[in-house]
């Protein structure tokens, strides 16, 4: 099993748009003849739930929120997504030893999930003023009034539009990226070489100016 934080789930339900039946909700409980239901989220992006050595679903968080809305009420979270044009749901009810313990597990997954995509709770509240920042980022410098400040980059959520990646890319309004943006395809240990290689080429500088120039024309539009 993939490895990640983990909460127990009480109960575990999906529902599907294209099931012409009385209960279209197929519901997993966790109780004495069955092995427990627990919800994984990966660090590569993936929300994997359980019930024993049972995969019930995988969900990728890296869709951005165009893809998938996640909703919050008190110890349930509630899933919304299209897969080739079919709606689903998915409902997940967090075990506890009391409503309590049950409401801040919830809240705890909430906090990971937020490192991916934004989300809403019953009272749309903002998020916990104690959630960390997705990565640590060097602060920007300004200058206001002939002084020099500390400027935090902002904290971003969800997708972003192409204006405002041009922007964060160019240095012009730099910000801490959702995780769904920091994950690319080389291995570590990779890019250094490949690095080296284009700055030994005499075209490569003339490249860069020419992408530079492309980022900006964006910014016009």
Not at 52 to 63: A, F, K, M, P
Not at 155 to 184: C, D, F, W
Request: charged share 25%; with cysteine.
């Amino acid at each position: 099993m993939a490895t990640g934080p983990v909460w127990r789930l009480k109960r575990y339900g999906r529902f599907s748009s294209t099931k012409k039946t009385s209960q279209p909700w197929k519901v997993f409980e966790a109780n004495s003849n069955k092995p427990e239901i627990v919800l994984k989220i990966v660090e590569c992006g993936y929300l994997m739930v359980f019930q024993g050595q049972e995969s019930l679903d995988t969900i990728s968080l890296l869709s951005g929120s165009d893809f998938l809305k996640v909703h919050q009420k008190t110890d349930n979270l509630m899933f919304r997504f299209t897969v080739k044009g079919e709606s689903r749901m998915i409902r997940m009810q967090f075990d506890g030893s009391s409503r309590a313990e049950a409401i801040r597990e919830c809240s705890s997954a909430v906090e990971k999930l937020m490192e991916y995509l934004p989300v809403t709770t019953q009272d749309d509240a903002p998020p916990p003023p104690n959630q960390p920042p997705t990565e640590v980022s060097t602060s920007v410098m300004q200058c206001q009034q002939g002084k020099v400040v500390r400027v935090e980059p902002e904290v971003v959520q969800g997708s972003l539009s192409i204006k405002r990646l041009t922007q964060h890319l160019l240095g012009e309004n730099p910000a801490t990226l959702p995780r769904m943006y920091r994950h690319g395809s080389l291995a570590q240990g990779d890019l250094e070489p490949i690095l080296r290689v284009c700055l030994l080429d005499p075209s490569f500088h003339a490249f860069v100016e020419k992408v530079e120039g492309e980022l900006r024309k964006l910014l016009q539009e």
